[in-house]
C-alpha cells in the first residue's frame, strides 16, 4: 500500500491520506471524482464533466450543477492535493504513483520487462474487485472494461511464463476458472490446452478445443482465431508423433525446497530455440550445493517438449574411488540412448563422434551431462541440432564452454534452509527457532549439510536440535558424515584434484586470521609471487574451493575453512607460514599508516610509499580492517611479541580514525600486552602515548593522563621525536585538566626535542597545543599566532591533513572573540580539508565552527542544518566530547532560531551525558545552555542554573569561565536592585 495521497480505481473507488481512509461521499460526487482521476493532471471542462458524469439525463442545473461538486470533492481532500479551476476547467493535481492505475501499468512495464511472473502478481494484486465497481455512466462502463482487459493481459502475461517454466500442472486449476469465467477469450483457451496437454491430460486439452470452437461458432458464428488453431495443430501432431525416447533422469530425492528462481532461469533457458544453435545451461558450484538434483527438477519440468528422450550421463568428474568417464565411454552411451545398436557404432573415435551428431540431427532430445570435470569432456558430447537441449553440471566453472546460461549455484537462503529442515523431521522438531537457526550457521546453508543432519535428527528421535548443535560445534566434519558420503568426503574428492601449488595455497588459506584475504597476503602464507598467487587463488575459485565476493578478496565457505584446517594437520610449515603473514601485515600495515597518521616507527622510511600493496587513501586499510584486528590478535596469540608491537603501531590510529572504539581497545591491549612480555619499553611508550593521546579526546583530558605519564617515564634519549609527542601530548593534557599546572614546561621542552630531532609535523602538533590552551585563557592573539606558525609549516611539509585541526583552533579563536567573517573562512577550509581526507573527528568540528558562524551572522536556519549534519558525524564518531561540543552548538543555534524546547532538549542531554561521565566543563556549558533557555521568563530558575554552573567549574581549573559566570551573575543582581 503507497504512501501519501492515493486514490485507487482497480476496485470500488477508494480515497485514502498516509494509510488513512477519507470518504469519498454519495455516488455522483464519487462518479465525478473517478473521471477527474482518470484526466488526472489534465483540464476538464465543465462540459465534458457534466457529459462523462450524468451522459444524457443531466440536472435540470445543468453546468451550475458542476461547481458545488467540486466544492464538495475540495472537501475530502488533504490540502496539499489540489483541485484546481482554470480558464478552460478543472484539473486535479495527483503525484506520481497516487493512482493505482499509474501503479498497475508501471508493474505491468517492469514485468513485461523482465519476463517475471512475480512482477506480473504485484501488478495484479493491485485489482480489488471490478474497477470502478457501482459507479454509474457510460464513460465509466468503457474504463472498467478496459481495465479489466488490462487485469486479463497481466494474467495472460503471467500465465505464459508461468507455462514457459514448465508449470503446465500447478496452473491447470487457475486456468480452468478462468475458461469457465470468460469461455469465449481464445487467450485462456489456449493456455489452458496446453497446460493440460503437458499435464498428461490429452484428451481433456482437445476437447477445451472442441467446446470453445463450438461456443464461437453458435454464439458468434467464427471460426477460433490463428492462434487458438495453432496450438490444436501443434497438440494433433505431438500426438500423431507419440515420443519413443527413453527417460534416464534419475531419482533426485523425497524433498525439494527452494531454488525457484534458479529452476524457473533454466527451464527457461532450456526452451528450444530451433532458429540457432542447441541450449546449453552450465550449473557449476561447490560440493554439496544441490546441482545434480536442480539439473534433474529442470529436466522432469522440460522432458514434455523433448518427447524423443531424456539421456543422462555421469561423468564422475568428482566421484569417490573413481576416474571420469571417458569421452569414447560416454559417446557410446549417448548413442545407445537414442537406440544405435553397438554392432553398429564405429571403432574411430572422431567417427563415433560424427555419428552421434548425425543421428541427433532432428531429434528433439535433452541431454544431461552430470559432474563434469572440466569443459574438454563436454564438448565432444554437444548434439548440433538446434532441436536438442544440453545441461551441465560440475564444480568447476566451465567458463570456455560458450553456455547460453552460466548459472553458480549459491547457498541456500536461511528461510529455504529452514523449510528444508523442516520437511525433512518435521514442524514440531524444529520448533526451536533459535536453535534451528545456529544449526543452518553451522551447516553453513549447505543442503548436503543440511539434508544429513536432518537425516541424523530423523532417525534419532530423543535428540532435540540443540544437542546435535553441541555435537556438531565439536566435530563439524565427523558428524556431517554420512553412511555413504558426507561434507568431508566430497571436499576430499576436489582437493585431491588439484595440483601441488593449489593444494598448498588451499591448505595454507586456513591460517589466515580474518573472513578474506588478498592476493598479496596469501603470496606471503604459501610463499609465492603475488602474480602466483593471484593465477591459484582464481584457479580455486574455478574449481569452487574458493569464493570471490567482489574483486581481488577471496574467502572460504565455512564448512570448507574448516576441510581447508583439517587438510593444513598434514602441513608442518604452519608456523613459518603465519610468520611470513604477520611480516607482511606489518611491513605493509606501516606503509599504510605512513599515508594516514603521524606518529611512526623511526626506521619507517616515508619516502618508501609506492606500494603496489598499499593505497594511499584509506582502501587497503578498510578492506584489511578486520583482518588486521585478527593478525595482532593472532600474532600475539602465537606468542610474536616482536610483531605483535609494531603492528599495533601501525593499526591503532586507522581504526581510532575510522572510530572503531570497540577493536580499538582490543588491539591496544594486545599490543601493550606483548610489549611488556617482551620488555619493550620503547614499544610500550609509543603504545601508551597512543592509548593516552587517542583517550584524552575519547573521554576527556583525565582519562589520558596516566598513560602519557607513564609513556613520558619509558621513552628514552635515544628517540627525541617519541619524547616530543609524548610531552607534547602530555603537556596538553594536564594544562586542559589545570591551567596552573606546568604545562608551559611540558611543551616547551616538546618543542626542543621536536627541533632535536627534526621531526617536523612534532613540531606543528605542539604549536597546535600551545595554540589550545593560550585560547582557554582567552589569549587569542597569542592562540592565533602559534596557529599561523604552525599552519605554515603544515602547508611546508604538504601534508593536507595536519591543517584542519589547526584551522578550527583559528576558527574557534576567531569565534570567542565575535569575528565570524575570518572564523567562516577558516571553518570552511577545514570543512573541505577534512572530508577531502576522510578526517571525521575534525570533520564534526569544522562544521561546529561553521554552524557557530552562521548563527554569528544572522543566518540562523542554515546554522542549525549544519549543526545537525555536525551531530550526526560526532555521534558516529563514537566519543562523547565531540557529542557534546556538537549537542552544545546545536541547542545553541536553535535558541537563537526560536526553537527553545528544543533547545532545552539538546542542553539537558548534554548534562546527563557530562554528568554520567563526570565532566565539569561540559556540565557548567550545558547550565549555561539551560538558563539561557529560561533566562527571559524565569530569571530566577536562570540565575540558580548559573550558580549550578559556577559550582561546577569553582575549582580553579577554568578560571576564565568561572569569571564570566561571576560577571554575568553580578549584572544579573544589579539589574534586579535597579
Known sequence: MADGFCIDLLGPLTVRHDRVPLSPGPIRQQAMLAVLALHANQVTSAEQLLDLVWDENPPSSGLRVIPTYVYRIRQTLPPEVALERTTGGYVLRLPPGALDIDRFESAMKAAEQAEDPSLYRDALALFRGEPLSGLPGNYLAGQRRRLTERRDDALSGRLGLELGAGRFADVVPELSALVAERPLDERFAAQLMTALFHSGRRAEALETYARTRSLLVDELGVEPGQGLQAVHQLLLRDLAEPASGRDELPYSGATFIGRTAELDAVVKALAPDTRGAPPVVAIDGMAGLGKTALAVQAGR????????????VDLHGHTPGREPLGVDHAVDHLLRGIGVPAEKLPCDPAEREALWRSETAGLRLLIVLDNAPDTRAILPLLPGAPTCAVLVTSR??????GSSLRLGLDLLADDEAAALLTELVGAERVAAVDAVDELIELCGRLPLALRIAGSRLRHRPSWPVAHLNERLRARLLIELSGETDGVGPAFAVSYE?????????????????????????????????ATAAEDVLESLVDASLLLQPRPGRFEFHDLLRKYSAQVMTTDDQSAEAINSLLQYYVRTARRSAAHHHDLLPDDCDRTDLDDPEVSQDLAWADAERTNLVAAVQLSEREGHDDLTVPLTIAVAPYLHLRTRQDELDVVLTAGLAAAQRGADKTGEARLLYLRGHIGQFRCGPAHGVCDLRRAAELANDESPALQSHILGSLGYTVGSLDLHSDWPDLLRESLRLAQLADDQRATVSTLGHLAGLHARQWNFAVALEYYEQALSMARALGDERLEPNLLNGMASCHLDAGNAHPALQAARTAQELAATHALEFPLSYALCHLGEAYRQLGWHAQAVETHRRALEIAVDNCTYLDEVDARLNLGRSLLTHGCQDQAEDQYQLVLRLCEDRQYPLGIAQALVGLADCHESLQPGEARGLLLRALAAVSDGVHPVLAGRLEDRLAAATSGQSA
Do not use: C, E, W
Request: cysteine-free; glycine content about 8%; aromatic content about 8%.
Open 301 to 312: 519440468r522440460v522432458a514434455a517438449q523433448y518427447p524423443d528422450g531424456q539421456l543422462f
Open 497 to 529: 584434484q588439484l595440483n601441488a601449488d593449489q593444494q598448498l595455497m588451499f591448505r595454507r588459506l586456513s591460517l589466515m586470521p580474518g573472513k578474506d584475504i588478498d592476493h598479496y597476503g596469501a603470496a606471503a602464507l604459501a610463499g609465492l609471487t
Open 396 to 401: 568447476r566453472q566451465l567458463t570456455s564452454l
